[in-house]
């Protein structure tokens, strides 16, 4: 079965930094990429970054280019974000998900196929 | 960057009603498009990808269409559990969400 399990949020000042740890089993870790998706309270979802299966590529929405930072570790089935320079507007629950690739008339098209449940991370100003 | 709008934002359906939810690229994604279901309180899950492809496990009511830039979601006939917000996700260039839409009880 499938899990993914995500640790690490909380209660952070502004300008402060969380590292958030995505724990995978159930599956071959190092054969998919990863994603992490937030949702600010009573708003929708927003993907955030993701990484490749060797760790090699990593991208990100705009807004936490230059702040935030995602790893793997594949011995340890693993994903990372380290988020610095924390803002009010970063407050969220981060989901981590597996970024899987389908194949579709000879072309991987991505989906999000599995998810964890969520921590909250809390940015006091 | 690509932009994703969903229509409506919210609906208010019945039991057995057919639902139907676009979502709309601002540029063409081909197929790239997948659906979320999202409860409460809960993570989204995945209903369909590359556009039109049932995940395991989603029941058979649930279809999506389209191609290029439109899409649709269509639940053939609404159950009780279907109540929640949908979204549409584009991975044809990095990974951006619509905005949702909230399915309601009539």
């Known amino acids: 079965e499938v899990q993914l399990v995500e640790s690490g949020g909380g209660l952070v000042q502004s300008g402060g930094s969380l590292r958030l740890s995505c724990a995978a089993s159930?599956?071959?870790?190092?054969?998919?990429?990863m994603t992490w998706v937030r949702q600010a309270p009573g708003k929708g979802l927003e993907w955030v970054a993701n990484?490749?299966?060797?760790?090699?590529?990593?991208y990100y929405v705009d807004s936490v280019k230059g702040r935030f930072s995602i790893s793997r570790d594949n011995a340890k089935n693993s994903v990372n974000l380290q988020m610095n320079s924390l803002g009010p507007e970063d407050t969220a629950v981060y989901y981590c998900?597996?970024?899987?690739?389908?194949?579709?008339?000879?072309?991987?098209?991505?989906?999000?196929?599995?998810w964890g449940q969520g921590t909250l991370v809390t940015v006091s100003s | 960057d690509i932009q994703m709008t969903q229509s409506p934002s919210s609906l208010s359906a019945s039991v057995g009603d057919r639902v139907t939810i676009t979502c709309r690229a601002s540029?063409?994604?081909?197929?790239?498009l997948s659906w979320y279901q999202q409860k409460p309180g809960k993570a989204p899950q995945l209903l369909i990808y590359?556009?039109?492809n049932l995940q395991g496990g989603v029941p058979s009511r649930f279809s999506g269409s389209g191609s290029g830039t439109d899409f649709t979601l269509t639940i053939s006939s609404l159950q009780p559990g279907d109540f929640a917000t949908y979204y549409c996700?584009?991975?044809?260039?990095?990974?951006?969400f619509g905005p949702g839409t909230k399915v309601e009880i009539k």
């Open positions: 540029q063409s994604i081909t197929n790239y």
């Open positions: 996700l584009q991975t044809y260039s990095l990974r951006t």
């Open positions: 990484i490749n299966q060797h760790g090699s590529e990593q």
């Open positions: 998900a597996r970024d899987a690739g389908f194949w579709i008339h000879s072309a991987w098209v991505a989906a999000f196929d599995y």
């Open positions: 590359a556009a039109s």
């Open positions: 159930g599956f071959i870790f190092s054969n998919y990429w």
